[in-house]
């Protein structure tokens, strides 16, 4: 069903579309406790940022919205972080446009930016960039 609603450009540009597939996010990371190298730890929540750059950022204005793509934003946070994957240009590009609308002073959001240089870290060092020691 999630696609053959993919395949119209109508349907995957709806909020239910992206709603659907952060809940298939959590559902991966509820059943499957192993997430390195895991696909399912990365697929749905990847799909999702696919979905927010194909309806494009400046569609959303709604604060419903914006909530969202916050939860976007963690989502894919913690899988980049259980994965040792860098966080990807789409995220950041989320983050800098809800950031706009946010109060970026918040301590939740400045632990997030914080969370985004983590993961970057780990990445590096899992890739063999920066050793240990490093």
Not at 1 to 27: Q, R
Not at 28 to 38: D, F, G, L, V, Y
Not at 51 to 65: A, I, K, N, Y
Request: hydrophobic share 35%; with cysteine.
């Amino acid at each position: 069903m999630i696609n053959k609603t993919l395949k119209s450009s109508k349907e995957a540009t709806k909020d239910t579309t992206l709603l659907t597939s952060l809940l298939l996010d959590l559902f991966e990371k509820i059943t499957h406790n192993e997430p390195r190298n895991n696909k399912s730890w990365t697929s749905h929540v990847n799909g999702a940022l696919g979905l927010v750059r194909l309806r494009g950022l400046e569609q959303f204005q709604d604060p419903s919205e914006f909530s969202v793509r916050v939860r976007l934003s963690g989502f894919s946070l913690i899988s980049c972080v259980a994965s040792g994957s860098p966080v990807p240009d789409e995220l950041i590009a989320i983050r800098a446009y809800v950031g706009k609308h946010l109060n970026v002073q918040d301590p939740r959001w400045r632990l997030s930016d914080l969370m985004v240089e983590y993961a970057n870290l780990r990445s590096e060092i899992r890739r063999g960039i920066l050793s240990n020691d490093e």
